[in-house]
C-alpha cells in the first residue's frame, strides 16, 4: 500500500522559514516523481516543486524559486520541502504527492500524481 505522510507545518513570522517533510512508503524511489502542492482557500491546487529520482531532475515554481529547495533521504523513503523567507501569500495546505512516472514532473499538474498525502497547514502571519 502507497502511503505518503507530510508534516512539520505550523505557523511563522514573515521571512521566518520551515522544513517539510514527506514521508513515502510502498514506492520505490526509482523512477520515482515527488511533488509538493499547495492550494490556499479559494484557489485551485499549485504545483510549487517537483523531483524525480530517474534523471535527478527538479522544478520549482517561479512564485517559490529561491526560496524553497527540495532535498532527499532516500535511505529514509523521505522527501523534504526547505521553506525559507516565507510570506503571508504562502499560507496554504501544502500537499505531498508522488507517481511512478516522472516525465511530466516539469508540468506540475496535480493530475500526474496518483497518490496523495493528507496535507500540513502552513501559516504565514505575523
Known amino acids: 500500500e502507497v502511503q505518503l505522510v507530510e508534516s512539520g507545518g505550523g505557523l511563522v513570522q514573515p521571512g521566518g522559514s520551515l522544513r517539510l517533510s514527506c514521508v513515502a512508503s510502498?514506492?520505490?524511489?526509482?523512477?520515482?516523481?515527488i511533488g509538493w502542492f499547495r492550494q490556499a482557500p479559494g484557489k485551485e491546487r499549485e504545483g510549487i516543486a517537483c523531483?524525480?529520482?530517474?534523471?535527478?531532475?527538479?522544478f520549482y515554481a517561479g512564485s517559490v524559486k529561491g526560496r524553497f529547495t527540495m532535498s532527499s533521504d532516500d535511505a529514509r523513503k523521505t522527501v523534504y520541502l526547505q521553506m525559507n523567507n516565507l510570506k503571508p501569500e504562502d499560507t496554504a495546505v501544502y500537499y505531498c504527492?508522488?507517481?511512478?512516472?516522472?516525465?511530466?514532473?516539469?508540468?506540475?499538474?496535480?493530475?500526474?500524481?496518483?497518490?496523495w498525502g493528507q496535507g500540513t497547514q502552513v501559516t504565514v502571519s505575523s
Open positions: 510502498g514506492l520505490s524511489f526509482d523512477s520515482l516523481a
Open positions: 504527492a508522488a507517481d511512478l512516472d516522472d516525465t511530466n514532473i516539469d508540468i506540475m499538474e496535480p493530475r500526474f500524481f496518483a497518490h
Open positions: 523531483i524525480g529520482f530517474g534523471e535527478g531532475d527538479e
